[in-house]
């Protein structure tokens, strides 16, 4: 509020009054802020003298991700705990949240996304955030309420697409090795819409939102719905008609991360924490059961990671 609130002065007979009153609230002002900071005096893993890992003195290591609700966090957290870092997941609800609490000091880290993505939220921002370590590759699909099959549908239906840039992308080629559409020029992993070469296409394309693919579903013929929402729209993974192929050395571009600030990618906490993921056994079946089945564990450097995001981050500056 720009206007002070008026103070009633007291009469003078009163004051021992307003001044015990003004002790009491202090003392509960005390109180308050002692319990809202004693809890945060655990070593953070980006205050520069936590290399150092016990269980008697954890490390705390913030770590956002979008939909934290599989139980494989809860492992990774006990696993973590093991190791000495006390990991607090922070949940988003949308995948563009992450990467600016994570430029602004509000994570000391994130895994939500691929290379792809981080690419092109740097080059839109003008950020530096890096790769930090890899989990897994994701194959996404094509699902339908209506056929069984891609060779089904029926020339001239509608198919369904995520409307972010990386995902579209992926989609469209998914669509194409299906031969439901031509990309002109045979596509990239910046292929839209726009790119559809409907006079050599089956289907006509349109982009939604990523979480309203799969409700579109009763609507359209089909529709890539990212890995996300596939259970949450009560569909299995073994219901898709069309994935693409994630050993594909073409598809490290999106090679889920762990990614940090660049000043923090020699961490030696942070790289503990992508290394309790990669080797806990409890967490990759986790992760794998959430998938349903579909997680291709991948573990690439540290260098191979940073020089596919800057191959792709100068590929978006080219396309500009």
């Given at each position: 509020m720009?206007d002070?609130?008026?103070?009633i002065e007291?009469?003078k007979?009163?004051?021992?009054?307003?001044?015990?009153?003004?002790?009491?609230?202090?003392?509960?002002?005390?109180g308050?802020?002692?319990?809202?900071?004693?809890?945060?005096d655990?070593?953070?893993?980006?205050?520069?003298?936590?290399?150092?890992l016990?269980?008697?003195?954890?490390?705390?290591?913030?770590?956002?991700t979008?939909?934290?609700?599989?139980?494989?966090?809860?492992?990774?957290?006990?696993?973590?705990?093991?190791?000495?870092?006390?990991?607090?997941?922070?949940?988003?609800?949308?995948?563009?949240?992450?990467?600016?609490?994570?430029?602004?000091?509000?994570?000391?880290?994130?895994?939500?996304?691929?290379?792809?993505?981080?690419?092109?939220?740097?080059?839109?921002?003008?950020?530096?955030?890096?790769?930090?370590?890899?989990?897994?590759?994701?194959?996404?699909?094509?699902?339908?309420?209506?056929?069984?099959?891609?060779?089904?549908?029926p020339?001239?239906?509608?198919?369904?697409?995520?409307d972010?840039?990386?995902?579209?992308?992926?989609?469209?080629?998914?669509?194409?090795?299906?031969g439901?559409?031509?990309?002109?020029?045979g596509?990239?992993?910046?292929?839209?819409?726009?790119?559809?070469d409907?006079?050599?296409?089956?289907?006509?394309?349109k982009a939604?939102?990523a979480?309203?693919t799969?409700?579109?579903l009763?609507?359209?013929?089909?529709?890539?719905?990212?890995?996300?929402?596939?259970?949450?729209?009560?569909?299995?993974?073994?219901d898709a008609?069309?994935?693409?192929d994630?050993?594909?050395p073409?598809?490290?571009?999106?090679?889920?991360?762990?990614?940090?600030?660049?000043?923090?990618?020699?961490?030696?906490?942070?790289?503990?924490?992508?290394?309790?993921?990669?080797?806990?056994?409890?967490?990759?079946?986790?992760v794998?059961?959430?998938?349903?089945?579909?997680?291709?564990?991948v573990?690439?450097?540290?260098?191979?990671l940073?020089?596919?995001?800057?191959?792709?981050?100068?590929?978006?500056?080219?396309?500009?």
């Open positions: 720009s002070q609130i008026p103070l007291a009469p007979s009163r004051r021992p009054l307003v001044i015990g009153a003004v002790v009491v609230a202090l003392a509960l002002i005390a308050a802020v002692f319990l809202l900071t004693r809890g945060d655990t070593r953070r893993a980006t205050d520069g003298d936590a290399a150092q016990s269980q008697d003195d954890p490390v705390k290591v913030v770590l956002g979008v939909g934290a609700s599989d139980p494989y966090w809860k492992t990774f957290e006990d696993a973590a705990k093991e190791a000495g870092i006390e990991l607090e997941i922070r949940d988003f609800a949308e995948y563009p949240l992450p990467n600016p609490a994570l430029a602004e000091n509000e994570l000391d880290a994130n895994q939500f996304q691929h290379i792809v993505y981080l690419a092109e939220y740097n080059v839109a921002n003008d950020d530096d955030l890096v790769p930090l370590g890899s989990t897994a590759i994701y194959p996404l699909g094509l699902y339908s309420q209506k056929y069984d099959d891609v060779a089904d549908i020339d001239g239906e509608t198919v369904v697409v995520p972010d840039d990386s995902n579209q992308a992926r989609g469209l080629l998914v669509l194409q090795s299906a439901l559409i031509k990309l002109k020029d596509g990239s992993i910046f292929s839209t819409v726009a790119d559809v409907e006079a050599a296409s089956r289907v006509k394309v939604l939102q979480d309203l799969p409700t579109s009763p609507d359209v013929a089909a529709a890539i719905v990212n890995n996300d929402f596939v259970e949450d729209a009560g569909l299995s993974f073994d008609i069309a994935v693409d994630p050993s594909d073409k598809a490290v571009p999106y090679v889920n991360i762990f990614a940090v600030r660049a000043e923090d990618k020699d961490n030696p906490v942070l790289q503990k924490l992508v290394e309790v993921y990669q080797q806990t056994q409890a967490v990759l079946d986790g794998d059961e959430a998938a349903g089945g579909t997680a291709e564990f573990t690439l450097s540290q260098a191979e940073e020089q596919s995001l800057h191959d792709v981050e100068a590929q978006i500056r080219e396309q500009k």
